[in-house]
């Protein structure tokens, strides 16, 4: 009876191991703000706002948003670019925006501008379009060693989530065809939404709630069971970068939320990719209603998680 226990103790262990990459320490954390929390809220709310509806049906928007952030890219160093394809007889574009040589290899950075419906969008996928953009401007203060591509995509929500049409699945295939090597794909979906109330966290299974804090706070590395050494890396580097507690978990692509954005075209491609995400609709009750709305944010936080992003990016282009 004792040898099962014991068994059973490390069978939990290992789980614990796998699923959330802990660290046994921890460097103190970087308390210096690089982001200006003003300026992410203003991108959101030209987005939600000014430039909504950013649906598939609106395509007049969505060049609106794709010229938005070109601008917005133009004013930092970047090389900035457009990838135009067509989808049913319609023109779409994703922005990309390039910066350091040309290396062999490359860490990739994305977030998606459309939105499912004629809705405000606020955190899906505004915020993760505002930190695509402070990124830009910290990565165009210093150039970094490799080739860092920023991509803002289009088409991630129905009726194109899971089929070619999705602007992620058109930069991911380009780069497969080119033999270019992705040492790390991040997308950045849904950054922006935290809160200090108990049980403000869910989960898709019962039993990560042994795991994982029950109150909404964090920001969350999510990859495949194959990606556990880049979510290692990338939070260590996401919780040295700020106070913003960190939590990875890497799990089968079937649990249900694991492959819900951008990254899923990049593991299709054979790269290794995760998603930073304030884990959407487990925590967030606007997500895909009209009350997605800019208020709702939490734009310091936020801040830090885009911090904690280009950290992570600095350590992993070494």
């Given at each position: 009876m004792l040898l099962v226990v014991l068994i059973f103790i490390l069978l939990l262990i290992?789980?614990?191991?796998?699923?959330?990459?802990?660290?046994?320490?921890?460097?103190t954390p970087n308390s210096q703000r690089t982001i200006d929390p003003a300026?992410?809220?203003?991108?959101?709310?030209?987005?939600?706002?000014?430039?909504?509806?950013?649906?598939?049906?609106?395509?007049?928007?969505?060049?609106?948003?794709?010229?938005y952030i070109k601008n917005e890219f133009s004013q930092t160093t970047a090389s900035v670019s457009e990838q135009p394809y067509r989808v049913s007889g319609k023109s779409y574009r994703n922005v990309i925006a390039q910066f350091?040589?040309?290396?062999?290899?490359r860490i990739v950075i994305g977030?998606?501008?459309?939105?499912?419906?004629?809705?405000p969008g606020a955190d899906d996928n505004a915020s993760g379009v505002a930190g695509l953009i402070e990124l830009a401007r910290l990565l165009g203060r210093q150039q970094p060693p490799m080739r860092v591509e920023l991509v803002a995509f289009t088409l991630e929500e129905p009726p194109y989530f899971r089929?070619?049409?999705?602007?992620?699945?058109?930069?991911?295939?380009?780069?497969?065809?080119?033999?270019?090597?992705?040492?790390?794909?991040?997308?950045?979906?849904?950054?922006?939404?935290?809160?200090?109330?108990?049980?403000?966290?869910?989960?898709?299974?019962?039993?990560l709630r042994a795991f994982y804090p029950s109150t909404g706070n964090?920001?969350?590395?999510?990859?495949?069971?194959?990606?556990?050494?880049?979510?290692?890396?990338t939070k260590?580097?996401?919780?040295?970068?700020?106070?913003?507690?960190?939590?990875?978990?890497?799990?089968?692509?079937?649990?249900?939320?694991?492959?819900?954005?951008?990254?899923?075209?990049?593991?299709?491609?054979?790269?290794?990719?995760?998603?930073?995400?304030?884990?959407?609709?487990?925590?967030?009750?606007?997500y895909h209603t009209a009350h997605d709305t800019a208020e709702k944010l939490d734009y310091k936080r936020m801040a830090m998680v885009v911090e904690g992003v280009y950290a992570a990016v600095v350590e992993l282009s070494r």
């Open positions: 290992g789980l614990w191991f796998w699923l959330t990459q802990p660290l046994l320490a921890r460097a300026r992410l809220e203003a991108h959101v709310r030209k987005l939600s706002v000014e430039l909504a509806p950013r649906d598939e049906s609106h395509i007049e928007n969505l060049d609106r948003v794709a010229e350091g040589p040309d290396s062999a290899e977030a998606h501008y459309d939105t499912a419906g004629p809705l089929t070619t049409g999705m602007g992620s699945s058109v930069h991911a295939e380009s780069l497969r065809k080119q033999n270019i090597r992705v040492r790390a794909m991040f997308s950045l979906e849904m950054i922006g939404y935290f809160s200090d109330a108990p049980n403000s966290q869910q989960f898709p299974a019962g039993i964090y920001i969350g590395v999510v990859g495949r069971l194959s990606d556990w050494s880049l979510a290692r890396h260590a580097a996401m919780r040295n970068a700020s106070p913003l507690p960190v939590y990875s978990i890497n799990t089968p692509s079937f649990v249900p939320g694991v492959d819900f954005s951008d990254q899923l075209n990049y593991w299709h491609a054979g790269y290794g990719a995760l998603m930073i995400t304030d884990t959407a609709f487990y925590r967030n009750g606007n």
